[in-house]
């Protein structure tokens, strides 16, 4: 290389670490905006339609990445609004004890407050999984952005929400656009996943507005699906990432795969891509996933690639290893939330990348 070029390299190298190291000057490394859900489930394999219980649980798809990052050693926080009556105590007392931080919870102390329901009962071959939600209305729905204190947007490293929070009603919409905005312009990195549901807006309506927020993504989760339908990507899975950085200021681009042979067995991998270096990165997926609760594996996927790119030097084959392992072990937990702590994660990768004869028994 030239000297020229060392020195051009040099700078680039300079101005990617003063962007992406800001440990020094954020309390958090990761905060969520999400809203907060009570799950319902019957027991087992029960059905909904004749089952006389229920197990009680908490989740959310932005609550799943915060507590997934938690786990693996870094501080996190979510954004929320809940209740002020007993379940809403229920589910702060859940959150912090995953290691979550409550610092900005909100709290709707009116007569009508409540929190979002959802029922979910397990499949299992030819029935596939079945989800009703409850969650209009709830106390998030609410949500201000005169409510949200001015000290969040320079808070933490990286800021991570998902379509489903855009999705929910027009003046949440506006709030979370709005809160993009703020932790963008106070030098925050934003991280956004589409996870788009069919049953909260459509397609058109989707792409309408995340159009409007990829000028402030720096790290972008997207499916291959996805980006045919609702984003009218052409090409391959690779052509269709890379030209979301083409034409848009976006970082990193990640698409996970999945395919399901039966509701109790999957196969689980991902691919990443790095516009600055302009290189893919993917590894041997996790075949045949003894699948108990897949609900929240595909957040656990997210929090296992912000880990490995909040503690690198946004190194993309780190983020892989520990978005694949994370998300594979979460499809074996039941509930929505992970509990893999990094040594465990870390013991899977390990294990991954093993040939030969491996123990059966982790002791």
Known sequence: MEPDGKIRSMKRKIERGNRWNMEDK????????????????????????RGDTFEKQVGGAELNVAVGVALLGLHTGI????????????????????GVSDDFFLY??????????????????????KVIYDRSNSSFYSLNIDEIPQEVYSASRCFHTTGITLALNQKLRDTTVEMIRRFKAAGTLVSFDVNFRGNLWTGEE????????????????????TARLTFKKT??????????TEEYPISIVASTQRIVHSPKRHTFGSVMYDAKK???????????????????????????????????????????????????????????????????????????YQTGQQSEMAR
């Open 26 to 49: 954020r309390t958090f490394d990761l905060l969520t905006l999400g809203q907060l859900l009570l799950r319902l489930s019957p027991p087992g394999n029960e059905r909904l339609v």
């Open 79 to 98: 954004i929320s609004k809940l209740p002020s009556h007993d379940v809403g105590s229920f589910m702060k007392s859940k959150i912090r004890s995953y």
């Open 108 to 129: 709707d102390h009116s007569p009508s407050a409540r929190v979002g329901i959802y029922y979910y009962e397990n499949g299992a071959y030819p029935r596939k999984p």
């Open 206 to 225: 989707a792409r309408e507005c995340i159009e409007k927020i990829l000028p402030y993504v720096d790290i972008f989760f997207c499916s291959e699906d």
């Open 235 to 244: 090409g391959t899975a690779r052509e269709m990432m890379k030209s979301f």
């Open 278 to 352: 302009q290189e893919y990165y993917e590894e041997e997926p996790y075949r045949d996933i003894e699948v108990v609760d897949r609900i929240g594996s595909g957040d656990a996927y997210i929090s296992g690639a912000l880990y490995g790119l909040l503690t690198s030097d946004f190194d993309c084959a780190k983020a892989i290893r520990y978005g694949n392992a994370t998300s594979a072990v979460k499809n074996t937990i039941p509930g929505d939330l992970p509990s893999s702590n990094l040594e465990e994660i870390e013991t899977i990768i390990r294990a991954h």
